[in-house]
């Protein structure tokens, strides 16, 4: 899953893909790169950050959506607002990425009828404080406990299973030693076995480990976790650098299965 942003603030591209422009080119050069889902966010959520009003983040996102429709790559919309969601959806977006994990009131009838697929990620507090000091008594416990009963929810109002996929939600709300022991207990995560998608690129966790690398320079730690993430059962991975992603997964499986035609036929 290749991460296309349109926030100005993002902490990661420093508002490069700010315009429709530059978003499109950047939308193509992933497609040229191998990326299978294309993520498109209008609403920053890094640490610190705040909402953004429902008309500024529709008029980042959608047109993005109306011209990528049919780039030949499935669209995820990064969202957790009911009315983006519905929008989105109506103009053919596939997937709905919530941070929130459709907690927000309205967020779960926005999605229950349809087919998209439907991402559940984990997040202590909101983005505002996420970060200040987060307390868990067992995260993998508590953040599996939390995706259960996120799944029972969607399920009771009539998502079926096959939609859905559930995040520990890497970075928000933990601190890099929860980080790390969810990534190393990550198959405890896989609630009803539903699939995995894992965000570490270039968040501040591989920042501690690197000791303050600055995010553009986390490239290499970035593709490493993306691997270990794929190895421990991810699913999915959520990534800013596309290229550097498939080659590693791509010669990952590879070795996993002791073939390159395995990699050539699924695609890696
Ligand atoms: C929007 N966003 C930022 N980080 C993310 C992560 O780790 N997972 C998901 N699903 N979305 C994220």
């Given at each position: 899953m290749g991460i296309l942003n349109v926030t100005p603030d993002s902490f990661s591209d420093?508002?490069?893909?700010?315009t429709l422009d530059t978003a499109m080119r950047h939308a193509e050069r992933m497609i040229a790169e191998g990326v299978d889902i294309i993520d498109i966010g209008g609403e920053s959520s890094r640490p610190g950050s705040v909402a953004l009003p429902l008309d500024q983040e529709l008029a980042r996102v959608m047109p993005l959506v109306e011209a990528l429709r049919d780039c030949g790559r499935p669209l995820s919309i990064d969202t957790y607002k009911p009315e983006v969601m519905r929008a989105a959806l109506a103009a053919g977006a596939d997937l709905i990425n919530d941070i929130w994990g459709?907690?927000?009131?309205?967020a779960v009838e926005a999605v229950a009828a349809g087919q998209a697929g439907l991402c559940v990620m984990h997040m202590q507090?909101?983005?505002?404080?996420?970060?200040?000091d987060p307390q868990y008594e067992d995260v993998v416990r508590e953040v599996a406990d939390f995706l259960t009963e996120r799944v029972a929810v969607l399920q009771a109002a009539g998502?079926?299973?096959?939609?859905l996929s559930l995040d520990?939600?890497?970075?928000?709300?933990?601190?890099p030693d929860h980080n790390l022991r969810l990534l190393g207990q990550l198959?405890?995560?896989?609630?009803?076995g539903l699939p995995l998608l894992v965000g570490l690129s270039r968040k501040s966790i591989l920042g501690a480990i690197l000791k303050g690398r600055p995010p553009a320079q986390r490239v290499a730690a970035s593709v490493a976790a993306a691997v270990c993430a794929a190895e421990r059962g991810a699913f999915i991975v959520r990534v800013h650098d596309v290229q550097e992603s498939v080659d590693a997964l791509r010669t990952w499986w590879a070795i996993r299965h002791e073939s390159v035609s395995i990699a050539e036929q699924t695609g890696g």
């Open positions: 420093g508002g490069e893909h700010a459709f907690r927000m009131p309205g507090r909101d983005p505002q404080t996420m970060q200040e998502v079926a299973p096959a939609r520990p939600g890497f970075g928000f709300g933990k601190t198959p405890k995560l896989a609630v009803d």
